[in-house]
Protein backbone atom coordinates (compact mmCIF):
# COMPACT_ATOMS: atom_id res chain seq x y z
CA UNK A 1 0.00 0.00 0.00
CA UNK A 2 1.59 3.43 -1.10
CA UNK A 3 0.85 6.09 2.00
CA UNK A 4 1.59 10.04 2.35
CA UNK A 5 3.93 9.64 5.56
CA UNK A 6 4.55 7.04 7.74
CA UNK A 7 6.43 7.96 11.15
CA UNK A 8 8.76 5.07 12.12
CA UNK A 9 10.72 3.87 15.13
CA UNK A 10 8.64 5.70 18.16
CA UNK A 11 7.62 4.88 21.22
CA UNK A 12 3.95 4.89 20.58
CA UNK A 13 1.12 6.10 22.61
CA UNK A 14 -1.91 4.66 20.44
CA UNK A 15 -4.71 5.70 23.51
CA UNK A 16 -6.32 2.48 22.59
CA UNK A 17 -7.84 0.02 25.17
CA UNK A 18 -7.75 0.71 28.73
CA UNK A 19 -4.40 2.07 29.14
CA UNK A 20 -1.59 3.96 27.25
CA UNK A 21 -1.60 1.34 24.16
CA UNK A 22 2.27 1.33 24.38
CA UNK A 23 3.94 -0.01 20.98
CA UNK A 24 7.65 -0.37 21.63
CA UNK A 25 9.52 0.30 18.19
CA UNK A 26 5.88 1.62 16.28
CA UNK A 27 5.40 3.02 13.55
CA UNK A 28 1.64 5.16 12.11
CA UNK A 29 1.16 5.60 8.57
CA UNK A 30 -1.06 8.23 7.06
CA UNK A 31 -2.67 8.54 3.39
CA UNK A 32 -4.83 12.12 3.30
CA UNK A 33 -6.38 12.85 6.31
CA UNK A 34 -6.93 9.36 7.69
CA UNK A 35 -4.29 6.51 10.00
CA UNK A 36 -3.62 4.52 7.40
CA UNK A 37 -1.92 1.75 9.67
CA UNK A 38 -0.50 1.68 13.63
CA UNK A 39 1.67 -1.31 14.44
CA UNK A 40 5.28 -1.98 14.91
CA UNK A 41 8.01 -0.49 12.24
CA UNK A 42 9.09 -3.85 10.95
CA UNK A 43 5.49 -5.05 10.29
CA UNK A 44 4.28 -1.58 8.71
CA UNK A 45 7.13 -1.38 6.96
CA UNK A 46 6.90 -4.56 5.29
CA UNK A 47 3.65 -3.69 3.80
CA UNK A 48 3.97 -0.09 2.90
CA UNK A 49 5.55 2.18 1.15
CA UNK A 50 5.74 6.37 1.70
CA UNK A 51 5.87 9.16 0.18
CA UNK A 52 7.71 10.80 3.31
CA UNK A 53 9.65 8.51 5.93
CA UNK A 54 10.20 10.54 9.30
CA UNK A 55 12.60 8.76 11.87
CA UNK A 56 11.16 9.28 15.19
CA UNK A 57 13.75 6.80 16.87
CA UNK A 58 13.67 8.15 21.11
CA UNK A 59 10.75 10.30 19.98
CA UNK A 60 6.91 9.73 20.90
CA UNK A 61 4.24 9.58 18.64
CA UNK A 62 0.58 9.46 20.10
CA UNK A 63 -3.04 11.43 19.44
CA UNK A 64 -2.74 15.36 19.42
CA UNK A 65 -4.66 16.40 22.99
CA UNK A 66 -8.26 17.86 23.36
CA UNK A 67 -8.44 21.04 24.82
CA UNK A 68 -11.89 20.16 25.74
CA UNK A 69 -12.96 23.40 27.16
CA UNK A 70 -11.44 26.99 25.82
CA UNK A 71 -12.77 30.89 25.82
CA UNK A 72 -9.86 31.53 23.21
CA UNK A 73 -11.55 35.51 22.59
CA UNK A 74 -10.34 36.26 25.86
CA UNK A 75 -6.60 35.24 25.97
CA UNK A 76 -6.45 39.14 25.04
CA UNK A 77 -6.13 39.27 29.02
CA UNK A 78 -4.14 36.90 30.14
CA UNK A 79 -3.18 37.57 33.67
CA UNK A 80 -4.84 40.14 34.61
CA UNK A 81 -7.24 38.40 37.15
CA UNK A 82 -5.03 36.45 39.38
CA UNK A 83 -4.63 36.32 43.36
CA UNK A 84 -8.16 38.18 44.00
CA UNK A 85 -11.75 37.15 45.22
CA UNK A 86 -14.43 38.11 42.80
CA UNK A 87 -12.58 37.92 39.62
CA UNK A 88 -15.03 37.89 37.50
CA UNK A 89 -16.82 41.43 38.88
CA UNK A 90 -13.14 42.73 39.92
CA UNK A 91 -10.65 41.73 37.51
CA UNK A 92 -12.04 40.65 34.03
CA UNK A 93 -14.65 42.98 33.88
CA UNK A 94 -13.68 46.17 34.01
CA UNK A 95 -11.13 45.24 31.04
CA UNK A 96 -13.56 42.86 29.08
CA UNK A 97 -16.14 45.87 28.29
CA UNK A 98 -13.45 47.76 26.37
CA UNK A 99 -12.84 44.70 24.56
CA UNK A 100 -13.54 45.31 20.34
CA UNK A 101 -14.57 41.78 18.09
CA UNK A 102 -11.17 42.58 16.61
CA UNK A 103 -9.34 42.45 19.94
CA UNK A 104 -11.18 38.95 20.48
CA UNK A 105 -9.83 38.15 17.37
CA UNK A 106 -5.94 38.73 17.74
CA UNK A 107 -6.29 37.41 21.42
CA UNK A 108 -7.78 34.19 20.36
CA UNK A 109 -5.03 33.61 17.31
CA UNK A 110 -2.10 33.92 19.72
CA UNK A 111 -3.95 31.42 21.81
CA UNK A 112 -4.08 28.96 18.98
CA UNK A 113 -1.41 29.23 18.04
CA UNK A 114 0.39 28.56 21.87
CA UNK A 115 -1.85 25.68 21.87
CA UNK A 116 -0.83 24.19 18.51
CA UNK A 117 2.88 24.31 19.44
CA UNK A 118 2.13 22.54 22.86
CA UNK A 119 0.36 19.63 21.07
CA UNK A 120 -3.35 20.93 21.50
CA UNK A 121 -5.25 19.59 18.20
CA UNK A 122 -8.64 19.74 18.99
CA UNK A 123 -10.17 23.10 20.51
CA UNK A 124 -13.27 23.05 22.13
CA UNK A 125 -14.17 26.60 21.75
CA UNK A 126 -16.73 28.25 23.92
CA UNK A 127 -16.83 32.27 23.62
CA UNK A 128 -18.69 35.41 21.68
CA UNK A 129 -18.42 35.77 18.22
CA UNK A 130 -17.45 32.53 17.28
CA UNK A 131 -18.75 33.44 13.59
CA UNK A 132 -15.61 35.22 13.84
CA UNK A 133 -13.45 33.28 15.98
CA UNK A 134 -13.67 30.27 13.19
CA UNK A 135 -11.83 32.01 10.89
CA UNK A 136 -8.88 31.26 13.00
CA UNK A 137 -8.93 27.65 13.34
CA UNK A 138 -9.59 27.57 9.16
CA UNK A 139 -6.38 29.69 9.26
CA UNK A 140 -4.87 27.50 11.82
CA UNK A 141 -5.87 24.32 9.98
CA UNK A 142 -6.67 23.14 13.65
CA UNK A 143 -9.62 21.04 14.98
CA UNK A 144 -12.56 22.85 16.53
CA UNK A 145 -15.74 21.99 18.00
CA UNK A 146 -17.12 25.07 18.69
CA UNK A 147 -19.98 27.15 20.60
CA UNK A 148 -21.70 30.46 20.79
CA UNK A 149 -21.77 31.37 24.53
CA UNK A 150 -25.30 32.11 24.75
CA UNK A 151 -26.93 34.47 27.92
CA UNK A 152 -29.23 36.96 28.49
CA UNK A 153 -26.57 38.92 30.63
CA UNK A 154 -26.23 43.04 29.80
CA UNK A 155 -22.71 44.17 28.80
CA UNK A 156 -22.32 46.33 31.90
CA UNK A 157 -23.14 43.48 34.33
CA UNK A 158 -20.14 44.38 36.41
CA UNK A 159 -22.30 47.34 37.52
CA UNK A 160 -24.41 45.14 39.14
CA UNK A 161 -23.38 44.82 43.09
CA UNK A 162 -22.03 40.88 43.79
CA UNK A 163 -24.81 39.04 45.63
CA UNK A 164 -27.58 41.13 43.28
CA UNK A 165 -30.00 39.19 40.84
CA UNK A 166 -28.68 39.67 37.65
CA UNK A 167 -31.47 41.39 35.52
CA UNK A 168 -32.29 39.15 32.06
CA UNK A 169 -32.48 40.81 28.59
CA UNK A 170 -34.27 38.62 26.10
CA UNK A 171 -33.02 40.57 22.99
CA UNK A 172 -29.38 39.72 23.85
CA UNK A 173 -30.37 36.10 23.89
CA UNK A 174 -32.34 36.10 20.58
CA UNK A 175 -29.65 37.34 19.40
CA UNK A 176 -26.85 34.99 20.74
CA UNK A 177 -28.82 31.56 19.82
CA UNK A 178 -29.06 33.00 16.14
CA UNK A 179 -25.54 33.58 16.09
CA UNK A 180 -24.87 29.96 17.67
CA UNK A 181 -27.22 29.35 14.69
CA UNK A 182 -25.80 30.85 11.67
CA UNK A 183 -22.58 28.83 13.11
CA UNK A 184 -24.34 25.79 13.11
CA UNK A 185 -25.35 26.22 9.49
CA UNK A 186 -22.53 27.83 7.88
CA UNK A 187 -19.66 25.63 9.44
CA UNK A 188 -21.06 22.50 10.95
CA UNK A 189 -18.68 19.84 8.90
CA UNK A 190 -16.99 22.32 6.92
CA UNK A 191 -13.09 22.31 6.67
CA UNK A 192 -12.89 18.75 5.71
CA UNK A 193 -15.06 17.68 8.89
CA UNK A 194 -12.36 19.92 10.91
CA UNK A 195 -14.89 22.19 11.90
CA UNK A 196 -18.28 21.01 14.20
CA UNK A 197 -20.59 22.52 15.84
CA UNK A 198 -22.63 22.82 19.39
CA UNK A 199 -24.71 25.13 21.27
CA UNK A 200 -23.29 27.12 24.49
CA UNK A 201 -25.56 27.79 26.79
CA UNK A 202 -23.64 29.93 29.01
CA UNK A 203 -24.87 28.24 32.54
CA UNK A 204 -28.18 27.57 34.10
CA UNK A 205 -27.88 31.49 36.11
CA UNK A 206 -27.25 33.30 32.37
CA UNK A 207 -30.75 33.23 31.12
CA UNK A 208 -34.36 32.37 31.44
CA UNK A 209 -35.64 28.81 31.72
CA UNK A 210 -37.77 29.43 28.80
CA UNK A 211 -34.45 30.37 26.36
CA UNK A 212 -32.86 26.69 28.03
CA UNK A 213 -35.56 24.97 27.45
CA UNK A 214 -35.32 26.55 23.79
CA UNK A 215 -31.94 25.76 23.51
CA UNK A 216 -32.07 22.09 24.69
CA UNK A 217 -34.87 21.72 22.13
CA UNK A 218 -32.77 23.07 18.62
CA UNK A 219 -30.11 21.55 20.00
CA UNK A 220 -31.54 17.85 19.76
CA UNK A 221 -32.84 18.61 16.49
CA UNK A 222 -29.37 19.11 15.53
CA UNK A 223 -28.41 16.09 17.05
CA UNK A 224 -25.61 17.85 18.72
CA UNK A 225 -24.48 18.32 22.29
CA UNK A 226 -24.70 21.14 24.79
CA UNK A 227 -21.63 22.67 26.00
CA UNK A 228 -22.31 24.64 29.21
CA UNK A 229 -20.57 25.86 32.60
CA UNK A 230 -22.90 24.05 35.56
CA UNK A 231 -22.34 24.77 39.34
CA UNK A 232 -19.52 26.68 38.72
CA UNK A 233 -19.02 29.26 41.50
CA UNK A 234 -21.30 29.85 44.39
CA UNK A 235 -22.42 33.25 42.34
CA UNK A 236 -23.67 31.06 40.22
CA UNK A 237 -25.72 28.55 43.05
CA UNK A 238 -26.75 31.91 44.87
CA UNK A 239 -28.59 33.43 41.73
CA UNK A 240 -30.12 29.86 41.19
CA UNK A 241 -31.62 29.28 45.33
CA UNK A 242 -32.66 33.75 44.58
CA UNK A 243 -34.45 33.77 40.91
CA UNK A 244 -35.82 30.04 41.82
CA UNK A 245 -35.20 28.54 44.99
CA UNK A 246 -33.50 25.50 44.09
CA UNK A 247 -29.88 24.80 43.53
CA UNK A 248 -28.77 24.40 39.63
CA UNK A 249 -28.23 20.96 39.12
CA UNK A 250 -31.75 19.52 41.19
CA UNK A 251 -33.00 22.85 38.74
CA UNK A 252 -31.74 20.78 35.61
CA UNK A 253 -33.05 17.87 36.96
CA UNK A 254 -36.53 18.83 37.49
CA UNK A 255 -36.09 20.32 33.65
CA UNK A 256 -35.16 17.03 32.02
CA UNK A 257 -31.56 18.92 31.16
CA UNK A 258 -29.44 16.02 32.34
CA UNK A 259 -28.43 13.75 29.77
CA UNK A 260 -25.91 12.54 27.04
CA UNK A 261 -25.93 15.87 25.26
CA UNK A 262 -24.89 17.76 28.07
CA UNK A 263 -21.00 18.66 28.51
CA UNK A 264 -21.07 20.19 32.11
CA UNK A 265 -17.70 22.08 32.78
CA UNK A 266 -16.68 22.65 35.96
CA UNK A 267 -19.38 21.25 38.59
CA UNK A 268 -16.84 23.02 41.28
CA UNK A 269 -19.58 23.58 43.88
CA UNK A 270 -21.63 19.97 43.10
CA UNK A 271 -21.78 18.20 46.61
CA UNK A 272 -21.83 14.58 46.31
CA UNK A 273 -25.13 13.76 45.26
CA UNK A 274 -25.58 16.75 42.62
CA UNK A 275 -22.06 15.09 40.92
CA UNK A 276 -23.25 11.55 40.77
CA UNK A 277 -26.41 12.86 39.71
CA UNK A 278 -24.86 14.20 37.24
CA UNK A 279 -22.67 11.33 36.15
CA UNK A 280 -25.59 8.75 36.13
CA UNK A 281 -27.77 10.81 33.77
CA UNK A 282 -24.92 10.61 30.84
CA UNK A 283 -23.59 14.15 30.83
CA UNK A 284 -20.17 14.55 31.06
CA UNK A 285 -17.82 16.71 32.68
CA UNK A 286 -15.08 19.27 31.79
CA UNK A 287 -12.27 19.52 34.55
CA UNK A 288 -10.33 22.68 34.38
CA UNK A 289 -7.72 21.91 36.89
CA UNK A 290 -5.81 25.22 36.40
CA UNK A 291 -8.13 27.78 36.33
CA UNK A 292 -10.33 26.58 38.98
CA UNK A 293 -7.26 26.11 41.11
CA UNK A 294 -6.27 29.87 40.56
CA UNK A 295 -9.69 31.57 40.58
CA UNK A 296 -11.18 29.34 43.57
CA UNK A 297 -8.73 27.77 45.16
CA UNK A 298 -10.86 24.43 44.66
CA UNK A 299 -10.24 21.29 43.35
CA UNK A 300 -14.09 20.00 41.57
CA UNK A 301 -15.59 16.82 42.44
CA UNK A 302 -13.77 15.04 39.27
CA UNK A 303 -12.63 11.67 41.47
CA UNK A 304 -16.18 11.40 42.31
CA UNK A 305 -17.74 11.70 39.09
CA UNK A 306 -15.53 9.18 37.50
CA UNK A 307 -16.40 6.80 40.36
CA UNK A 308 -20.10 6.98 39.36
CA UNK A 309 -19.18 5.98 35.79
CA UNK A 310 -18.87 9.27 34.50
CA UNK A 311 -16.73 10.33 31.22
CA UNK A 312 -14.46 13.54 32.25
CA UNK A 313 -12.54 15.39 29.95
CA UNK A 314 -9.67 18.32 30.57
CA UNK A 315 -9.97 21.48 29.85
CA UNK A 316 -7.61 24.52 29.88
CA UNK A 317 -10.45 27.38 30.13
CA UNK A 318 -9.30 31.11 29.36
CA UNK A 319 -6.18 32.59 30.11
CA UNK A 320 -7.08 35.11 32.15
CA UNK A 321 -7.56 33.06 34.57
CA UNK A 322 -5.18 30.03 34.05
CA UNK A 323 -3.07 32.43 32.41
CA UNK A 324 -1.75 29.25 29.83
CA UNK A 325 -3.53 27.17 27.31
CA UNK A 326 -1.42 24.10 27.63
CA UNK A 327 -2.66 20.35 28.07
CA UNK A 328 0.80 19.23 29.93
CA UNK A 329 -0.03 21.94 32.68
CA UNK A 330 -4.11 20.48 32.70
CA UNK A 331 -2.98 17.17 33.17
CA UNK A 332 -0.34 17.60 35.47
CA UNK A 333 -2.71 19.77 37.58
CA UNK A 334 -5.47 18.08 37.80
CA UNK A 335 -2.77 14.52 38.88
CA UNK A 336 -1.40 16.98 41.66
CA UNK A 337 -3.99 18.55 42.89
CA UNK A 338 -6.40 15.60 43.33
CA UNK A 339 -3.64 13.73 45.10
CA UNK A 340 -3.28 16.71 47.73
CA UNK A 341 -7.03 17.20 48.27
CA UNK A 342 -7.41 13.22 48.66
CA UNK A 343 -3.63 12.93 50.56
CA UNK A 344 -3.25 10.15 48.62
CA UNK A 345 -0.37 9.86 45.84
CA UNK A 346 -2.48 6.40 44.27
CA UNK A 347 -5.26 9.18 43.26
CA UNK A 348 -5.12 10.53 39.60
CA UNK A 349 -2.39 8.54 38.15
CA UNK A 350 -0.12 10.02 35.17
CA UNK A 351 -2.00 7.61 32.74
CA UNK A 352 -5.58 8.90 33.79
CA UNK A 353 -4.64 12.11 33.11
CA UNK A 354 -3.24 11.25 29.46
CA UNK A 355 -6.19 9.65 28.90
CA UNK A 356 -8.67 12.40 29.60
CA UNK A 357 -6.94 14.99 27.81
CA UNK A 358 -7.05 12.47 24.53
CA UNK A 359 -9.45 9.60 24.13
CA UNK A 360 -11.48 10.14 27.43
CA UNK A 361 -11.62 13.87 25.88
CA UNK A 362 -12.87 12.52 22.78
CA UNK A 363 -15.56 10.51 24.22
CA UNK A 364 -16.68 13.80 26.26
CA UNK A 365 -17.39 15.77 23.30
CA UNK A 366 -18.88 13.11 21.33
CA UNK A 367 -16.17 12.24 18.68
CA UNK A 368 -14.43 9.34 20.06
CA UNK A 369 -15.33 7.72 16.61
CA UNK A 370 -12.83 10.08 14.99
CA UNK A 371 -9.92 11.28 17.48
CA UNK A 372 -8.29 10.57 20.31
CA UNK A 373 -6.36 7.74 20.13
CA UNK A 374 -4.45 6.14 17.18
CA UNK A 375 -6.54 3.88 14.77
CA UNK A 376 -6.83 2.68 11.52
CA UNK A 377 -9.38 4.91 9.84
CA UNK A 378 -9.62 7.37 12.21
CA UNK A 379 -8.53 11.15 11.30
CA UNK A 380 -4.23 11.83 11.52
CA UNK A 381 -4.41 14.08 14.47
CA UNK A 382 -0.67 13.56 15.65
CA UNK A 383 2.43 14.89 17.47
CA UNK A 384 5.98 14.12 18.13
CA UNK A 385 7.67 14.75 21.16
CA UNK A 386 10.93 14.88 21.57
CA UNK A 387 12.42 13.14 24.54
CA UNK A 388 15.86 13.73 24.50
CA UNK A 389 15.41 17.42 26.12
CA UNK A 390 16.76 17.37 29.21
CA UNK A 391 13.49 17.54 31.50
CA UNK A 392 12.76 14.23 29.97
CA UNK A 393 15.67 12.27 30.42
CA UNK A 394 16.40 9.80 30.97
CA UNK A 395 14.09 7.50 28.72
CA UNK A 396 13.25 4.24 30.75
CA UNK A 397 11.46 1.34 28.71
CA UNK A 398 11.77 -1.85 31.33
CA UNK A 399 11.63 -2.88 33.80
CA UNK A 400 9.16 0.07 34.56
CA UNK A 401 8.48 2.50 32.04
CA UNK A 402 8.70 6.34 32.74
CA UNK A 403 7.53 7.86 29.69
CA UNK A 404 4.09 8.43 30.06
CA UNK A 405 4.59 9.52 34.14
CA UNK A 406 7.71 11.88 32.43
CA UNK A 407 5.57 13.32 30.08
CA UNK A 408 2.71 14.84 32.59
CA UNK A 409 5.23 15.67 35.50
CA UNK A 410 8.00 16.88 33.57
CA UNK A 411 7.27 18.17 30.12
CA UNK A 412 6.17 22.13 29.03
CA UNK A 413 5.08 21.84 25.61
CA UNK A 414 8.34 22.91 24.12
CA UNK A 415 9.49 19.60 23.59
CA UNK A 416 6.42 18.76 21.17
CA UNK A 417 8.27 19.06 17.72
CA UNK A 418 5.58 17.75 15.12
CA UNK A 419 2.34 18.44 15.13
CA UNK A 420 -0.11 16.75 12.55
CA UNK A 421 -3.65 17.52 12.33
CA UNK A 422 -5.87 16.15 9.67
CA UNK A 423 -2.99 14.62 8.06
CA UNK A 424 -0.95 18.03 7.26
CA UNK A 425 1.78 18.93 9.44
CA UNK A 426 0.98 21.96 10.60
CA UNK A 427 3.82 22.55 13.43
CA UNK A 428 7.17 21.03 12.37
CA UNK A 429 10.81 21.54 14.23
CA UNK A 430 8.54 23.62 16.74
CA UNK A 431 7.49 26.42 14.36
CA UNK A 432 4.00 26.94 13.23
CA UNK A 433 3.65 26.99 9.14
CA UNK A 434 0.37 27.95 8.65
CA UNK A 435 0.28 31.64 9.91
CA UNK A 436 3.04 34.28 11.14
CA UNK A 437 3.06 34.05 14.99
CA UNK A 438 5.96 37.06 15.13
CA UNK A 439 3.15 39.08 13.14
CA UNK A 440 0.15 37.87 15.43
CA UNK A 441 2.02 38.45 18.99
CA UNK A 442 3.04 41.60 17.95
CA UNK A 443 -0.90 42.71 16.85
CA UNK A 444 -2.67 41.05 20.30
CA UNK A 445 0.29 43.00 22.19
CA UNK A 446 -0.10 46.14 20.36
CA UNK A 447 -4.63 45.38 20.85
CA UNK A 448 -4.16 44.71 24.77
CA UNK A 449 -2.13 47.83 25.40
CA UNK A 450 -5.01 50.27 23.92
CA UNK A 451 -7.49 47.80 26.19
CA UNK A 452 -5.23 48.69 29.11
CA UNK A 453 -5.62 52.29 29.03
CA UNK A 454 -9.36 52.04 28.48
CA UNK A 455 -9.47 50.11 31.36
CA UNK A 456 -7.92 52.44 33.85
CA UNK A 457 -10.66 54.15 35.52
CA UNK A 458 -12.65 50.98 35.75
CA UNK A 459 -10.23 49.41 37.47
CA UNK A 460 -10.04 51.84 40.15
CA UNK A 461 -13.85 51.86 40.74
CA UNK A 462 -13.54 48.02 40.63
CA UNK A 463 -11.31 48.13 43.75
CA UNK A 464 -8.98 45.66 42.66
CA UNK A 465 -6.56 44.18 44.54
CA UNK A 466 -4.63 43.79 42.18
CA UNK A 467 -3.96 47.54 41.72
CA UNK A 468 -3.46 47.82 45.65
CA UNK A 469 -0.87 45.48 44.77
CA UNK A 470 0.43 47.34 42.45
CA UNK A 471 0.83 50.45 44.36
CA UNK A 472 2.58 48.58 46.84
CA UNK A 473 5.25 46.77 44.44
CA UNK A 474 4.26 43.61 43.97
CA UNK A 475 3.71 43.59 40.98
Request: charged fraction near 25%.
Amino acid sequence: MKVDLVITHAHVLTMEGPGVGFIEDGAVAIKDHLIAAVGRTDEILANIQAERMINAKGKVVMPGFIDAHIHTGLSILRGVAQDINNWMQKGLWPFYKHVTVDDAMKGSLVNIIEGVKAGTTTFCDYDESMNKLVHNYVKVGARARLAEMINEIPHDIGKVPVGELYPFNPAIGERKLKNNLELMEKWHERENGRITVMFGPHGPDMMSKELLLEIREIAKSYDTKLHMHLAQGDREINQMVLRYGKRSIPFLAEINYLDERLIAVHLTEANDEETVAVAESGASMIYCAGSIGIIDGLVPPIIKFLQAGGVGALGSDQAPGNNNNNMFNEMKFAAILNKVKYGDPTVFPASLAMRMATIEAAKAIGLEHEIGSLRKGKKADIIIIDMEQPNLTPVIVSPIRNIVPNLVYSARGNEVETVIIDGKIIVEDGVILTVDEKAAVKEAQEAAEKISLKAKDDIVVAESELLQFMEKGYL
